[in-house]
DNA sequence: ACCTGAACACCGTTCAAGT
DNA sequence: ACCTGAACACCGTTCAAGT
């Protein structure tokens, strides 16, 4: 059993949270608790309540560690790619993967809401904000002149489009489709847009 | 305290239905639990499980009548229209109205993920199917010849990202778009595609 | 036959009390 | 000062026992 001052707050937040993303990733979302976080870093759940002001201070910060990894995963796997339509298919098909191998961590990045709508705190957005910028390189190109705001728009108008076929899709609500997967609604979807954008 | 035989099985099902969907709207999913259903209807928690399977399947009725009434939402309100444009846009308009004025079960309706990837009942996917029908019904006159299996996918393709832009805005995900609405959104989404569909 | 209610194994959150 | 652990008010699910 861990001691007082046996480790800094600092620490047991990263052991917390360390913990927490196994637990996520091994046993799914519905097992992890302030409880079974406490007693898998040898605390107790009071503990933790000195370090997160709740439950949900702890999963943005879970969703946080999220965000970072899956925009290290899109920059690595799209760094190739000659147009900006296969710059577009790789990002979304990276995007898909991403959300099929860290299905757990998915889901609780976009299921968490927070309380009575408030704003996300700015570490959070400013996640967020990398994520649709890595779209806005590829689109930014396409638009002549410098339209950052068109270019920004864009961006996300395309991005939750990806998002909401990939959460359909692993949520099984895109029933009788075809057979199309995953990766070519997206195809679809990026080349129709890009049909109407930048003309 | 309601006695044996004080209600068929049907009866019960359908009071707890109704209750739930009463607690869903007036305090939200976290308040939704088996036994608040069951002492709003007078009832013990056991009786509820001799109703429903468990809670998930609960869940999954209350999931249905928020699909009957949003596709009788969408069919009232998308009457009326001249282009396919703006039938689309009615639809998407429609489609974000719902969700912003139900927000809980629209959440419900779409967090709920069924246990270990198994497929979504039968009576469920029915109803989804009825969805994405009417934005096939605008879509098909597009297409030339009837080339039913492509509406189908495009239908599947732009109602998902319609879906993805609701969601991610309900949730505060799109941050710094300059201000975009999500009626705005949604219409930017359907000009662009639908410059490439149909050509 | 129908339903209860107690039991089991959990939750999030708080805070007086111990070291 | 730091952490505990017990308390409070909840959960989902099951099933022997009562009417």
């Keep these: 059993m861990a001691r007082r001052s046996d480790h800094s707050r600092e620490e047991i937040k990263e052991m917390a949270l360390n913990a927490a993303q196994e637990i996520l990733d091994r046993e799914g979302a519905k097992k992890l608790s302030a409880r079974r976080v406490a007693s898998e870093i040898g605390y107790t759940v009071g503990t933790l309540y000195l370090v997160f002001k709740n439950q949900l201070e702890m999963v943005l ?20 790619c000659d147009s900006p339509r296969d710059c577009l ?10 959300a099929i191998k860290k299905q757990e961590r998915w889901n609780l990045l976009f299921d968490t809401v927070a309380e009575g709508e408030e704003r996300l705190p700015d570490w ?32 996300r108008v395309l991005w939750a489009s990806v998002h909401g076929i990939c959460t359909l899709k692993l949520r099984h609500r895109l029933v009788l489709a075809g057979g199309q997967s995953t990766e070519e609604m997206a195809q679809m979807l990026i080349d129709n847009f890009l049909a109407g954008f930048g003309q």
Excluded: C
């Design 61 to 80: 910060h879970i969703n946080a560690l999220t965000l970072d990894e899956m925009n290290e995963w899109l920059a690595e796997r799209s760094a190739s």
């Design 89 to 98: 298919v790789n990002l979304a098909e990276a995007y898909i993967d991403y």
């Design 124 to 155: 959070y957005e400013e996640r967020l904000g990398r994520l649709f910028g890595q779209v806005e390189q590829v689109l930014a190109p396409l638009k002549s002149g410098h339209d950052e705001i068109e270019v920004q728009r864009a961006a």
